[in-house]
């Protein structure tokens, strides 16, 4: 059992906290509004608790739950606490003054650049951008196991990760190196721009079906 700590009490932190506690690990939740981070953790239950302000991070994996660019000032501000620790990026950098395009510069990624923004040596890995904060919360979609695809240059980090997600009652699937964030990325705004054309109300899912 890990303990997992979320950056961020919003919509994906319950998501994934939700999760986490479905597969029997403890979390605790951080967030700039003490009272927000409580409710959530209330919310979780039992194996949930808010950080208090100025204690340490206590998870293995840290997963940044917060929007782009604010994921880098997050990071940044919380820089000194992540060396040893599994840092998860889950964001989609979608510009949000045209929602036409991500905010990050060709060929690069959020989750490259966070790489650059940690402790030397603390490994970063893309996942859970292609699955919605509702279907994390119910753990499927019309009886469909949720897929969480997965991108890190450090195998071991990656696992630990993997081993999250399954714990979880969902699929990891391991995509490659953390280059491929970049493709991630892409798709979870590709699957954001359909859901009002289509009237999918962030209830959809990405899956990959093998024979």
């Not at 923004?117 to 030397?120: A, N």
């Given at each position: 059992m890990a303990r997992v700590s979320i950056v961020g009490a919003g919509n994906m932190g319950r998501g994934i906290g939700t999760r986490a506690v479905a597969g029997g690990h403890q979390v605790e939740i951080v967030d700039r509004d003490q009272a927000e981070?409580?409710?959530?953790?209330?919310?979780?239950?039992?194996?949930?608790?808010?950080?208090?302000?100025?204690?340490?991070?206590?998870?293995?994996?840290?997963?940044?739950?917060?929007?782009y660019p604010g994921i880098k000032d997050a990071v940044q501000q919380y820089r000194d606490q992540l060396a040893g620790k599994v840092v998860v990026d889950i964001t989609n950098p979608v510009d949000t003054q045209t929602w036409d395009k991500l905010a990050t510069p060709p060929g690069t990624s959020s989750a490259e650049e966070v790489q650059q923004?940690?402790?030397?040596g603390t490994p970063v890995v893309k996942a859970f951008n292609t699955t919605f904060s509702g279907t994390l919360v119910g753990g499927e979609v019309a009886g469909q196991q949720l897929d969480v695809l997965i991108a890190g240059d450090d195998d071991a980090a990656k696992q630990k990760v993997s081993r999250l997600a399954s714990d979880a009652g969902l699929r990891p699937i391991d995509v490659g190196p953390l280059g491929r964030a970049q493709q991630l990325e892409q798709l979870g705004f590709l699957h954001i721009s359909l859901q009002q054309p289509h009237g999918l109300g962030f209830g959809s899912a990405i899956k990959l079906v093998t024979p």
């Open positions: 981070a409580r409710k959530l953790a209330g919310e979780l239950g039992e194996n949930a608790t808010a950080l208090e302000p100025g204690a340490s991070f206590g998870g293995e994996i840290v997963v940044f739950a917060v929007y923004l940690v402790p030397q």
